[in-house]
């Protein structure tokens, strides 16, 4: 009885084989266990989102000044039992012999906080009017505790420029465009670098070594020299929007080349393979051959170049910009941000003005592990 009831015993569900799994599958059952790569993509889907809703996430207006609290600094929310949310009114007071701002809060003075509390009108990406934000002064609240003639004040969460503008508000907007450019500049890297060093390793002869000349020629300019000069010539009454995808056309024109010199080593190396030649025999077309079964086996390599090089342009964008070269104000970006950043008594005095400074530095190392992540499950066989 006992062995019969073995036999009949049900057998303990067993992980699913890995033969069984598609590549896909095989590529993000791999990724899941790299911890610092999940980290990563978490990081940077939640700075995406934080671009995409802009307007609802930040307290106010990015181009709203409070001249009366300019270089103020940090205000960190607060809670107690009797006032809930709130911060204290930072009240600025004038060095006699320095003649700088001075400011102390002033714990009489209660400053009622609230979530998706109504403030400055704005367009949901230009289209949906609203007028709510996630986190921000609780105006209603704000006018019964102070009579409703009161001036109402704004925290400063991250403190205040040299104009009054919100330090917090304009890192949310500065993430539209610094993120944004990364994309749409890698997009056009990869049409470029995938498709010239496809062709020129797939064809070889003449046209290789003319594609190739091309790209060491290119490659002997320093880069940021170069990029000074392309933005200097830039006319100065182009509009914002000119100036944003024109930085995106230059970033995109000068970082293909890596791109390309490792797509024609891997189709060199590959296009005299059993499957290859196997598919010229069937009539395959050369594109075919080249996108359809070349390319797709070395994913891994291609997924590294683009990871590193969506950074590279992040911080292309914000070494133009904070040249004076780049992008320029009204526009809102990181690299625009840190054009307060040269002067070295405003950092001595106001060291919150280096905030866009560690969003570039947590996208761009959230980017390196992200690839490095990548590049390891890309190969899912490997041991």
């Not at 106010?60 to 009797?82: A, C, G, K, V």
């Not at 995109?252 to 060199?268: D, N, P």
Request: hydrophobic residues 45%; proline residues 6%.
């Amino acid at each position: 009885m006992n062995a019969e009831a073995q036999l009949t015993q049900p057998k303990p569900e067993t992980p699913q084989d890995a033969s069984q799994l598609s590549q896909r599958q095989l590529v993000w059952r791999r990724f899941t266990k790299h911890r610092l790569g999940r980290l990563s993509l978490d990081i940077l889907v939640c700075f995406y989102i934080v671009a995409l809703f802009a307007e609802f996430l930040s307290p106010i207006n990015p181009q709203t000044r409070d001249l009366e609290h300019m270089f103020s600094p940090p205000q960190l929310p607060r809670f107690s039992f009797e006032h809930g949310l709130h911060s204290y009114e930072m009240e600025r007071e004038v060095d006699p012999e320095t003649l700088q701002n001075r400011y102390q809060e002033n714990p009489d003075k209660i400053v009622p906080l609230s979530f998706f509390v109504k403030g400055d009108a704005y367009r949901i990406w230009g289209l949906v009017p609203w007028d709510r934000h996630l986190f921000g002064l609780d105006r209603q609240a704000y006018l019964q505790l102070n009579g409703p003639d009161t001036a109402l004040i704004v925290p400063h969460f991250l403190g205040s420029d040299k104009y009054g503008r919100d330090i917090l508000t304009r890192v949310i907007y500065g993430a539209r465009i610094s993120l944004s450019i990364g994309l749409l500049s890698i997009i056009a890297t990869l049409l470029l670098g995938i498709t010239i060093g496809g062709v020129s390793g797939y064809l070889g002869g003449a046209i290789d070594n003319i594609l190739q000349r091309g790209i060491e020629i290119l490659n002997s300019f320093p880069k940021l020299p170069l990029w000074l000069a392309l933005g200097a010539i830039m006319p100065r009454e182009w509009s914002a929007i000119f100036v944003y995808f024109a930085i995106t056309i230059v970033l995109s024109m000068l970082g293909w080349t890596q791109l390309a010199r490792v797509v024609r080593g891997k189709i060199l190396s590959l296009r005299e393979e059993e499957y290859a030649m196997a598919a010229k025999l069937l009539g395959a077309s050369h594109a075919r051959i080249l996108f359809r079964h070349l390319l797709p086996g070395f994913t891994s390599h291609i997924i590294v170049v683009i990871t590193l090089a969506i950074p590279n342009m992040i911080l292309g964008e914000t070494a133009l910009s904070f040249l004076g070269l780049g992008l320029r104000a009204p526009i809102v970006s990181w690299g625009v941000m840190l054009q307060d950043c040269m002067n070295v008594q405003a950092i001595a005095a106001a060291p919150w003005l280096l905030t866009p400074v560690i969003a570039i530095i947590i996208t761009v190392m959230s980017f390196n592990f992200l690839g490095d992540a990548l590049r390891d499950a890309a190969d899912p066989y490997s041991r």
